[in-house]
C-alpha cells in the first residue's frame, strides 16, 4: 500500500495551496490568517483555511490507516479518489446538495474542496439540540438524483459498464461488509458495550432472524451494483446551515463520500434512517420526547425526497419500452423494503461495533445504556417487519415504542 507521501501539517499547506495554480486563485497562501486541523472523523485529516480577505478552502488528506485506531489498521489512500470522483458525479447531478471539490492531488490525497466553515455537521448540531429542518429530505432527493443519474436507468451501456469498473472500491467496501454486517453478530474483537448492555449485545448475536437478515443485507450490498452510492450516508456525512434565527436549512450539502462504490441505492437511505433512530435514542434519553418525534419523522421526509426526485427523473429513463410504471413501483418498493434492513444493519453496529456515534457515547452511563438497548431492539424489530408493512411512519412508530420501552433512568 503507498504510504510513502508527506503529510500535511498546519505550518505545509500553504505551500499546497501555492503549488496548485487553481487553489491559489481561491485563498492567498501568503496570507493566511488562519489554518485548523478540524478533521472529527475516523480517517482524515482535514484543514480549515482563511486569508486575509475572509476566504476559505478545506484540504482533505486521506492517511494510509484508520485515523480512529492509529497505524495499526492500514487503509489505502486512493480512497480519495474514489471521494473525488463520487463527489464530481453526484455535484453534476444536483449541485445544490453535494459539496464542489476543486482540486485533487492523487500523490498525496489531498482533496481541496469549499469551505463549509458556516455550516454545523449535521449530527453535531443534532447532538446539541438544534434544528434544521428541510435536512432530510434534501438528503433523500439526492440519494434519488444519484440513484436515477448513475444508473442504466441514464447512462449508456458501455459509459454505465466504464463508471462501474472505475468505482470498484472493495478496501473500503471490505470495511462495511465487516463492521457493518458481520461484526454486530460475529466480533472479530472490534466490539464493546457498557457491562450493563452486554446481554443485549449477546441477545443480538443470537437472535437467528437477525443474523439471518444481516447474511441477506451482506449479500445484497456485495452484489447489487445499481447506482454509485455515498456508502457512508450517516448524519456526519452531511453538511446544514440554516440563517439566524430559523430552523429551516438554506443549505445542505452531503460529503465524505470515499466509501462510494456501485451498490444498492437502499444502502444510503438505510444509514439515514439509522441515524434518526439514533437521534431519538438521544433524544428519549435526554427526556426529550418530542424531539424524539420529530427526529424519527425525517424518515418519512427522507423517503418522500427520494421518492420524488426518482419519480420527476423517471421521465428521462433510457428505455420506456421495458421499464414501464409498475417496474418504478416495484423498484420503489423493493428499496423501501432493502432501507429497513439496511436501517437494522448500521442500528446495530453504531451500538456494538468498532465505530460508534457521539449521539449514544456522550450520553451519561445511566441513560446511554437504555438507549443503546432500545436502539438494538429496535433493529431487531426491523429485520421482522413484514413486506409493505413497513411504511415510514410504523417504523416511526415501532421505534418510538421501542426506544420509550428501553428508556433507563
Ligand atoms: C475503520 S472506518 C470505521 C467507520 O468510519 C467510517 O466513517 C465508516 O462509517 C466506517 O465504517
Ligand atoms: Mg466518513
Known amino acids: 500500500m503507498t504510504s510513502d507521501y508527506e503529510f500535511l501539517t498546519v505550518d505545509t499547506v500553504a505551500d499546497h495551496v501555492r503549488s496548485v495554480p487553481a487553489l491559489a486563485q481561491r485563498i492567498d497562501p501568503d496570507h493566511l490568517v488562519s489554518v485548523r486541523e478540524i478533521g472529527d472523523g475516523n480517517l482524515n485529516l482535514v484543514f480549515l483555511l482563511h486569508d486575509a480577505s475572509g476566504r476559505g478552502l478545506i484540504l482533505k488528506q486521506a492517511l494510509p490507516y484508520v485515523r480512529m485506531t492509529g497505524e495499526g489498521w492500514p ?12 463527489l464530481r458525479a453526484h455535484h453534476a447531478l444536483l449541485p445544490e446538495h453535494v459539496v464542489e471539490v476543486f482540486h485533487y492531488d492523487p500523490d498525496r490525497f489531498i482533496i481541496a474542496m469549499e469551505d463549509l466553515s458556516d455550516h454545523w455537521v449535521w449530527r453535531a448540531a443534532l447532538n446539541e439540540g438544534l434544528t434544521h ?3 432530510a429530505a434534501a438528503m433523500g432527493r439526492y440519494v434519488g438524483a444519484v440513484a436515477f443519474g448513475t444508473s442504466a436507468l441514464t447512462l449508456e451501456r458501455t459509459a454505465l459498464a466504464q463508471a462501474v469498473a472505475a468505482a470498484v472500491n472493495p478496501e473500503l467496501c471490505l470495511i462495511t461488509e465487516d463492521l457493518v454486517f458481520s461484526e454486530p453478530s460475529v466480533d472479530a474483537g472490534r466490539n464493546s458495550v ?10 443480538l448475536a443470537a437472535d437467528e432472524e437477525f443474523v439471518t437478515a444481516m447474511g441477506r443485507a451482506k449479500w445484497l450490498f456485495m ?9 457512508d450516508l450517516h448524519t456526519g456525512s452531511v453538511m446544514v446551515h440554516a440563517p439566524e434565527g430559523s430552523t429551516t436549512c438554506d443549505s445542505v450539502k452531503a460529503f465524505d463520500s470515499e466509501f462510494a462504490f456501485y451498490g444498492p441505492v437502499a444502502f444510503d437511505l438505510g444509514a439515514l434512517w439509522a441515524n434518526y433512530v439514533i437521534a431519538a435514542a438521544r433524544a428519549y434519553a435526554l427526556g426529550n420526547a418530542a424531539r424524539a418525534i420529530w427526529a424519527l419523522g425525517m424518515i418519512q ?9 426518482f419519480r420527476t427523473r423517471w421521465a428521462d429513463r433510457r428505455d420506456p419500452r421495458v421499464w414501464r410504471e409498475p417496474f418504478l413501483e416495484q423498484l420503489l418498493a423493493t428499496w423501501s423494503e432493502e432501507s429497513r434492513l439496511f436501517a437494522a444493519a448500521e442500528m446495530s453496529r453504531r451500538i456494538v461495533g468498532a465505530a460508534k456515534t457521539k449521539d449514544i457515547e456522550t450520553l451519561p452511563e445511566n441513560v446511554r445504556e437504555g438507549a443503546a438497548r432500545g436502539v438494538l431492539l429496535a433493529a431487531r424489530r426491523f429485520v421482522r417487519i413484514q413486506g409493505a408493512d413497513g411504511t415510514p411512519p410504523y417504523l416511526a412508530g415501532l421505534a418510538a415504542d421501542t426506544l420509550r420501552e428501553s428508556r433507563t433512568s
Do not use: C
Open 194 to 203: 457498557l457491562e450493563q448492555n452486554k446481554p443485549d449485545a449477546d441477545d
Open 223 to 231: 452484489t447489487k451494483s445499481e447506482a454509485l452510492i455515498h456508502g
Open 75 to 86: 487503509m489505502t489512500p486512493t480512497r480519495a479518489r474514489f471521494e473525488v470522483d463520487s
Open 133 to 135: 429542518d428541510g435536512a
Open 301 to 309: 421526509q427522507t423517503w418522500d425526497g427520494f421518492e420524488s426526485e
